[in-house]
């Protein structure tokens, strides 16, 4: 196997183990109240960072 292989297998293989954790830590029951909490957060206008410079 050449290093391209390598990193392409280790890269992988980080990577699903990253998505496992993600999904464990989402579906987990102790998590939903926290999570459901915060489901709205992309379509809150309210909070803005202050960085209008007049383009719409």
Do not use: A, H
């Amino acid at each position: 196997m050449t290093v391209n292989d390598w990193i392409g297998t280790i890269l992988t293989v980080v990577i699903f183990v990253l998505m496992v954790l993600v999904y464990f830590q989402v579906l987990r029951p102790k998590n939903r109240e926290r999570l459901e909490s915060r489901r709205f957060i992309p379509f809150d206008d309210e909070e803005r960072s202050g960085d209008d410079d007049g383009r719409e």
